[in-house]
């Protein structure tokens, strides 16, 4: 079965620029959540998106957003980037709201020059 | 959240077994320990979580000491490939969920 997949994995933009990140959920999985990880630290809880419902957002400005689509796919967006966004951003999801046995993706790595 | 406390580093040697201590004296009634690992470049992977009782799978065991206050993942015999950085993290089920990720304890496996 395939796990957790994120486009693209590597991803370099400028300040100022917007970007769009994407994450397919296991099948069956209902749930997607997004962390930020900046190098040598843990990750950092942005949001869960439940039913197409956000459920929880952590402490991050309004520059970011998501989504979540019809088939549980989402999409984290970031605008007016900042040399601070350049991060591993990590998509994980899991069967309902609980989050007890979350799957995480690879990541996508974003370099803001 | 409960806060939670781990070393920032340790090593063991390959074969034998790992302990890696977590520390949540502040850990509330409804909220579990949950272990999770990530090695260098990939996505932190589930490992085991419990409530009060010891737990143990098919990737380690999970020791909760009676006053839930602190707890031990056991990887029975580590192989190299359990390098990673291990996340202790206390949280209740579902609910509000702001799951929160310390530094981990880097675990170093040498031959």
């Known amino acids: 079965d395939a796990g957790v997949t994120q486009s693209p994995t590597h991803l370099i933009k400028t300040r100022g620029q917007h970007v769009t990140l994407r994450c397919s959920p296991i099948?069956?999985?209902?749930?997607v959540s997004w962390y930020q990880q900046v190098l040598g630290q843990g990750p950092q809880f942005i949001f869960q998106?439940?039913?197409?419902?956000?459920?929880g957002r952590g402490n991050f400005p309004d520059r970011f957003s998501a989504r979540q689509f019809p088939n549980y796919s989402s999409e984290l967006n970031v605008n007016a980037l900042l040399l601070g966004d350049s991060a591993l951003y990590l998509c994980a999801s899991s069967l309902d709201r609980a989050w007890e046995t979350q799957y995480f993706g690879p990541g996508t790595r974003l370099l803001v020059l | 959240d409960a806060k939670t406390t781990q070393p920032p580093s340790m090593d063991c040697a390959e074969g034998r077994a790992a302990n890696l201590p977590c520390n949540h004296s502040?850990?509330?009634?409804?909220?579990?320990v949950y272990w999770y690992r990530q090695i260098h470049s990939q996505g932190p992977q589930y490992i085991i979580h419990g409530l009060k009782n010891n737990e143990t799978n098919e990737m380690a065991s999970l020791i909760i000491t009676e006053d839930r206050k602190s707890s031990t993942l056991i990887l029975p015999h580590a192989t190299l490939r359990d390098t990673a950085v291990y996340y202790c993290?206390?949280?209740?089920?579902?609910?509000?969920?702001?799951?929160?990720f310390g530094r981990g304890t880097s675990l170093i496996v040498h031959p």
């Open positions: 998106y439940y039913e197409k419902e956000e459920r």
């Open positions: 502040t850990i509330s009634g409804n909220e579990y």
């Open positions: 099948s069956g999985h209902k749930s």
């Open positions: 993290i206390a949280s209740s089920r579902g609910g509000s969920y702001i799951p929160t």
